[in-house]
């Protein structure tokens, strides 16, 4: 049985930083690649950040330079890292795991985070 628990969200003031990790159970982490995407109230779920399997990264345009997703193949961990958050960065943040050669996807249940304005 797949699962991914996302842990790490909070309430952060403007400017704070926050860590957010996602373990990964039931999957062959070299096997996925990882991302984070966030979905805030009323808008559509969006790519925060992406990491393949030999750790290469992508980053949506409005969080380049602040936020770093990393992962530990070893552990089936996966980690984003937020810094100078914003309010507008105030969303529920999934940790997903999409296959490499199928088309096959997994979620967490969410975290959230909140920067108030």
């Known amino acids: 049985q797949v699962q991914l628990v996302e842990s790490g969200g909070g309430l952060v003031q403007p400017g704070g930083s926050l860590r957010l990790s996602c373990a990964a159970s039931?999957?062959?982490?070299?096997?996925?690649?990882m991302g984070w995407y966030r979905q805030a109230p009323g808008k559509q779920r969006e790519l925060v950040a992406a990491?393949?399997?030999?750790?290469?990264?992508n980053y949506a345009d409005s969080v380049k330079g602040r936020f770093t997703v990393s992962r530990d193949n070893t552990k089936n961990m996966v980690y984003l890292q937020m810094s100078s958050l914003k309010p507008e960065d105030t969303a529920v943040y999934y940790c997903?795991?999409?296959?490499?050669?199928?088309?096959?996807?997994?979620w967490g249940q969410g975290t959230q985070v909140t920067v108030p304005s």
């Open positions: 997903n795991a999409r296959h490499r050669f199928h088309n096959v996807d997994y």
């Open positions: 039931g999957i062959v982490a070299t096997m996925y690649g």
């Open positions: 990491i393949s399997y030999e750790s290469n990264t």
